[in-house]
């Protein structure tokens, strides 16, 4: 059954190998299982069992696997779901916002409304000075503005710490816009 060394090193490109003592396994021998492309009929059941072995140990790794793949999924999804909760918790956050500014609006609207009200009643009543004080109002404001030595007399009569809101107020009210 053993060929000849010279007819071996011929027909090595064939894929038959003759069946010899050195491509049989052994019990003992695990690594020639996988080195050998032909095996016995000792080997097969050998390996069966440790096929069966690791089919157990598939079986829990492929089980936990499984749940792995399964609790990514659940993750991801829940994921998707909060991103989008999340987004429709700022879409709503910002319709309470101006839902809020349009109150504020309304509000001071209201408020506006009330003071004009009320203005106008007293205006009603004469709170409004007649012409002739509106005149000698015009007067006294012509003459600051044409002779500025009467503001300047009355700024050495305030003190230091009262001149700042003094000027503000006589110099931007005389003499217009403060820019």
């Known amino acids: 059954m053993l060929q000849p060394a010279s007819r071996a090193s011929t ?24 080195a050998s492309k032909r095996m016995s009929v000792t080997a097969l059941y050998l390996s069966m069992s440790a096929k069966d072995k690791d089919l157990e140990i598939s079986d829990e790794l492929a ?27 700022r879409y709503l956050d910002s319709r309470i916002a101006l839902l809020i500014q349009n109150r504020m609006a309304l509000e001071e609207q209201n408020e506006i409304s ?23 109002y015009g007067n006294l404001l012509f003459l600051l503005q044409s002779e500025p030595k009467h503001i300047a007399h009355l700024c050495r009569l305030v003190s230091m710490s009262e001149i700042d809101s003094l000027l503000q107020t006589v110099m931007f009210t005389i003499y217009g816009n403060q820019y």
């Open 63 to 89: 089980k936990a696997q499984k749940h792995l793949r399964e609790l990514k999924a659940k993750i991801s999804s829940q994921s998707k779901k909060n991103f989008v909760l999340e987004k429709d918790v």
């Open 11 to 34: 027909s090595s490109s064939s894929s038959f190998q003759p069946v010899s003592r050195q491509n049989t396994m052994s019990s003992h021998d695990t690594r020639s299982v996988r």
């Open 114 to 136: 009330s003071r004009l009200e009320e203005s106008l009643e007293s205006s009603q009543e004469g709170h409004f000075p007649n012409d002739e004080k509106t005149q000698k």
